[in-house]
């Protein structure tokens, strides 16, 4: 089971976190056509290499984190708290 | 000549057992002082404590322990270890116990599994006479067709397998977790193992010693005197490090991400077997080495096995493994086991040196070994072969952990790459070379050292000295046939065959054949199988490569991945009250909650009549502070909260941004930036997570605090027309329509506790009040309403009543009424949803599903035969026949006296009035009608008075 290094709680257990998904911008709901708007729903990248994605540490800290991970490897090149940028 | 007097002449006598246990030897594990009892079979028996069911029976002389999988041949001792074939028993109701491992106890009751109707009379060991029927692959030439017939395939299949039987009763067995965090666990409690955790720490780190076997010390333990000094100093080393914590019968099943190392630990008293969960800094294999069997004609026959098991038998055990023997050896350890024959006064027949080309061609005889026939032409009356003919390097964990292990021709093993090994895993031991003891240990004193390193990240590494494979001579088939897989019963001839029908790879071989997916899991038979793919492919070994070596290295009970049986639950502060009065358990997510105190018809009609309380605590509550909640509401519920004034209460849904109905509740506003959000019971959690998601990944910049109160409160519904008297007699809050009406909320005190929230709403439809006291004074409120209410007729109940007032009312449960596909408009709620909004979760998918207008309906549904309530799921028929719609909820009124329900169904059919089928589950049709959502007072006069 791999570890994430929660910038507030340290390295901790992947079932600690709830994996929310890649991160990216939510589409303007008012311009963004029917295509644009299921793209960001559920077309995602998925990609066999480093990707940006959100974990929330639910059975910790609460906080969401913005982290880079490379999927080949799991090796988390960063990981910080979405909202106030904080890095351990 | 008779060399083998008692157990060769005809009749059952044939196979009279003769004891086998020797005088007492060195480094024998029995207790000679005790004997404990135990039957095989039926038969009694006894074992010395330290004795394994297999070494017990050894000893008495039993040779004959099993039949094999496919062909039910008669199998013997092979490796005398836990991986051995052979010997797979049903203890009790265990089945599967690995025999040549598991010790003897007093009393236990073995058995062989799967014989029919005895071991020594196998009735369907004329499976080796219907070859044809088992060929190569045969269960995908078989089986085919007619599908039909497949489960009767399996039924007659099930029969002939060999697997042992389950009771569905766990009785008392207990199995437990741990979770631990030791700097360096060693997986393998041999001379490196023992040697790098006593250097690990001495260096100062934390060590887990983990050793498949009861005692440390691999091979050692059935080696010669020196082996054993060697053994005596390693252990009290071992001993005197209070940095090392043992695990014997202990096995390192699988190494993961971040070095989380599972450990199977059965040597616990008291339980079964636990589940160590240990993240590791560093990772120590050093699993040693396990031999390799040769295979030949006849290679399966008992009295047939590997010159460690036979070491085994009579260095551990002191049991004399057979009365005349053949050695076949191509190493110094099967020399050693000459040796050890000779001491155990087993007559050897005949040395043939591997290394100068002797050999076995083929064994001989029928139930067990009598000629063994050789390269030289010479047939040797034998009642025992002993094979040395090579070792296979146990990867599994190297290979868990990137590695890829290359093939080394010159010492005919797979080899670690230490290249691709990751920084947090060492080799140590014979898995990385052979050498002598010292220098074995040598070797593993500096890996554990610079394992200690690593876990403490110190930078200065330590030097490693090399260790290599000695050279040893190719040996893997005589080409005479033969077993590879003793479990699976695979064949050489198999291996070829498939080879022959086009399966090349070894991985397709191996799905093919069944090879190495047996118990044993390759550990025996993988480098044999890639031999003969390799020869009959034309490749080389190299080449052909290894199969993938996958967790579990060995098998873990379901009971152990399990754990303690613990599952949390939640109560009401109000439960000893609802225990006491009789309440029916309903298991509602974690909580339990009062399901009906009895009638829950007379509960609804309590509501409707007089006043009812129902205890609410599951409801979801969140506190929400700051000036910005307005823009996080609005944002999360489709409708609109900017003017929303102090003292209110608003009803709300929210949607994900699919537009599908994620929750919903009523969201009151206590002051100026003060509000208190409620949620659905089951939703309490998600809808929390859902708003902090939000607030910290969108909205970072909104000052919103967001706590949880679900449980800081207890939560009563007070409902009914009489609601209003009873609760005025315990609050001080003005509830007069004038001063409190539909949709308000106030705060006060109720029977005496202060800082109470009360809203006036109505899920009930009926005039009522919903109160959130602070839990620790939950039980006292509602001990008090039911006493101050009791010349008002108050009658509890249970979440069955509200669901029939609810339904009565028409108003939907979010997951029961709607399900994972449904989007607002499906729901019903198309007055609430504002898609004038600039923004709200979900606006885009909801705006384009009104646009299509194809979505499903929510709508009302009446059986006309009103004695019919059809169930829940029931479908919605349309003219063809074809689904159009299901029941989603469905009861009885006791307030209208018939059925009533709400389904969703196809936009063609929704209209109101229309007449439609609903097919029930036991096949009958009925006619329903579509009405509005709401069955009792539609106008909503009864909840505004």
Same mark, same amino acid.
């Given at each position: 089971?791999?570890?994430?290094? @929660? ?58 984190? #913005? ?13 910080? +708290? ?7 | ?13 044939? +196979? ?63 490796? #005398? ?15 599967? *116990? ?23 009379? +196998? ?12 060929? $190569? ?18 039924? =007659? ?9 389950? $009771? ?28 790098? #955790? ?21 091979? &050692?333990?059935?080696? +010669? ?42 040597? &616990? ?117 002993? $094979? ?58 500096? *890996? ?38 003793? @479990? ?110 009895? %009638? ?15 205890? *609410? ?42 537009? /599908? ?69 315990? $609050? ?18 109720? #029977?005496? =506790?202060?800082? @109470? ?33 009791? %010349? &008002? ?70 059986? *006309? ?50 007449? /439609? ?29």
């Amino acid at each position: 089971m791999m570890l994430l290094p @929660c910038p507030w709680c340290g390295p901790r257990n992947a079932t600690e976190f709830r994996y929310v998904g890649e991160a990216g911008p939510r589409p303007d709901p008012a311009s963004a056509t029917p295509e644009e708007w299921r793209r960001f729903l559920y077309v995602h990248a998925n990609p066999c290499g480093p990707v940006r994605e959100t974990w929330y540490h639910r059975a910790g800290c609460r906080r969401y984190l #913005a982290v880079e991970r490379d999927t080949a490897t799991n090796e988390v090149r960063s990981a910080v +708290d979405s909202a106030t940028g904080v890095a351990r | 000549m008779s060399l083998l007097p008692t157990t060769r002449r005809g009749g059952r006598g044939a +196979d009279a057992p003769v004891p086998m246990r020797l005088g007492p030897r060195p480094g024998e594990v029995i207790d000679r002082r005790r004997t404990l009892p135990f039957t095989f079979n039926g038969d009694p028996y006894t074992a010395h404590p330290g004795d394994t069911i297999a070494s017990a029976l050894a000893a008495a002389g039993v040779r004959l322990l099993s039949r094999s999988y496919k062909y039910h041949r008669p199998r013997g001792l092979l490796t #005398a270890d836990y991986l051995d074939p052979g010997a797979f028993f049903q203890v009790g109701d265990e089945p599967n *116990v690995r025999g040549a491992h598991r010790l003897v106890e007093a009393g236990m009751e073995v058995s062989s599994q799967n014989t029919w109707p005895s071991l020594r009379f +196998d009735v369907k060991a004329v499976n080796q006479l219907a070859g044809p029927f088992l060929a $190569t692959g045969f269960y995908y030439k078989t089986f085919i067709k007619p599908e039909p017939l497949w489960p009767l395939y399996e039924k =007659v299949l099930r029969r002939f397998v060999h697997a042992g039987a389950i $009771t569905p009763d766990p009785g008392g067995a207990f199995y437990d977790h741990r979770f631990a965090h030791p700097d360096v666990v060693v997986a393998g409690g041999g001379p490196a193992g023992m040697a790098a #955790a006593v250097a690990a720490a001495r260096a100062g780190a934390s060590v887990m010693l983990v050793e498949e076997n009861h005692d440390l010390g691999g091979h &050692l333990r059935f080696g +010669d005197a020196a082996d054993l000094a060697a053994l005596a100093e390693l252990r009290a080393q071992v001993a005197g490090e209070t940095g090392i914590e043992v695990l014997t019968d202990s096995v390192v099943t699988g190494r993961y991400d971040d070095n989380w190392v599972g450990i199977a630990q059965r040597n &616990l008293p008291g339980v079964t077997e636990r589940l160590v969960k240990a993240r590791a800094r560093t990772l120590v294999v050093a699993p040693g080495l396990i031999e390799r069997p040769y295979v030949f004609g006849g290679n399966d026959l008992p009295g047939v096995m590997l010159s460690t098991a036979a070491r085994r038998l009579i260095n551990l055990y002191a049991v004399r493994p057979g009365q005349r023997a053949v050695v076949m050896t191509a190493n110094p350890e099967g020399d050693a086991g000459v040796a050890d024959l000779e001491e155990a006064g087993v007559e050897v027949a005949a040395v043939l040196d591997a290394r100068r080309q002797q050999g076995v061609v083929r064994a001989h005889g029928r139930g067990g070994l009598r000629t063994v026939e050789t390269t030289d032409r010479r047939r040797i009356e034998a009642d025992l072969l002993v $094979t040395a003919t090579g070792w296979t390097a146990p990867t599994s964990l190297l290979n868990q952990s990137g590695d890829r292990p290359v093939y080394d021709r010159r010492s005919a093993r797979f080899v670690p790459d230490p290249a691709r090994m990751p920084e947090n895993v060492l080799a140590a031991g014979e898995i990385v070379g052979d050498a002598t003891v010292a220098e074995i240990v040598e070797h593993a004193d500096a *890996v554990g050292r610079e394992a200690a390193r690593r876990a403490r990240r110190d930078t200065t590494a330590v030097t490693v000295p090399e260790l290599r494979p000695d050279p040893h001579p190719e040996l893997f088939s005589a080409g005479t046939g033969g077993f590879v897989d003793f @479990c699976e019963d695979v064949s050489a001839k198999d291996i070829t065959t498939a080879v022959a029908e086009g399966y090349d790879s070894v991985e397709l071989v191996k799905r093919y054949t069944t090879v190495t997916m047996g118990p044993t899991q390759g550990k025996l038979e993988t480098v044999n199988a890639v031999a003969l793919v390799a020869a009959a492919t034309g490749r080389s070994i190299a080449e052909t490569g290894t199969t993938t070596w996958r967790p579990v290295y060995a098998p873990v009970t379901l009971g152990a991945l399990a754990g303690r049986p613990h599952e949390p639950v939640r109560y009401s502060p109000m439960q000893p009250w609802h225990e006491r009065h009789g309440a029916t358990p309903l298991v509602a997510g974690q909580w339990i909650r009062p399901e009906h105190y009895g %009638d829950p018809a007379a509960e609804v009609r309590a509501v409707r009549t007089g006043v009812g309380i129902i205890d *609410v605590t599951p409801i979801g509550k969140l506190d929400l502070q700051g000036p910005d909640v307005p823009e996080l509401l609005n944002l999360l519920y489709v409708n609109k909260w900017s003017r929303l004034g102090i003292g209110r209460v608003r009803y709300g849904v929210m949607c994900a941004d699919d537009g /599908v109905v994620l929750d919903d509740g009523v969201t009151g506003r206590l002051g100026e930036d003060h509000y208190l959000m409620s949620t659905t019971s089951s939703g309490a959690a998600t809808v929390w997570e859902w708003v902090e998601n939000w607030l910290q990944t969108a909205h970072p910049d909104w000052r919103v605090h967001v706590t949880p109160v679900t449980t800081a409160y207890a939560s009563i519904n007070i409902a009914g027309p009489r609601s209003r008297e009873l609760l005025s007699r315990l $609050t001080d809050v003005d509830l007069s329509a004038e001063e409190f009406g539909y949709m308000h909320v106030r705060e006060g005190s109720v #029977a005496g =506790v202060e800082d @109470c929230v009360l809203w006036r709403i109505g899920f009930t439809g009926e005039l009522s009040y919903e109160i959130h006291v602070p839990a620790g004074y939950g039980l006292h409120v509602w001990e008090q309403l039911m006493s101050t209410g009791a %010349d &008002l007729g108050v009658t509890p109940f249970g979440v069955e009543a509200q669901r029939i007032l609810r339904l009565e009312k028409g108003h939907f449960i979010v997951g029961q009424d709607t399900d994972g596909l449904s989007q607002g408009f499906t729901a019903g709620i198309d007055g609430l949803i504002k898609l004038d909004k600039d923004d709200f979760v979900g606006l885009p998918e909801l705006r384009w599903q009104r646009e299509r207008d194809t979505h499903p309906r929510l709508v009302g549904l009446r059986p *006309v035969d009103g004695s019919i309530v059809p169930p829940e799921a029931s479908q919605i028929l349309d003219r063809s026949g074809g689904i159009a719609g299901r029941v989603t909820s469905s009861r009885m009124s006791p307030t209208l006296g018939r059925s009533i329900g709400l389904g969703q169904i196809d936009r063609e059919l929704a209209e109101i009035g229309n007449h /439609v089928t609903v097919r029930l589950p036991d096949g009958r049709d009925i006619t329903v009608e579509v009405t509005e959502h709401v069955h009792v007072d539609p106008e909503g006069a009864r909840q505004r008075v």
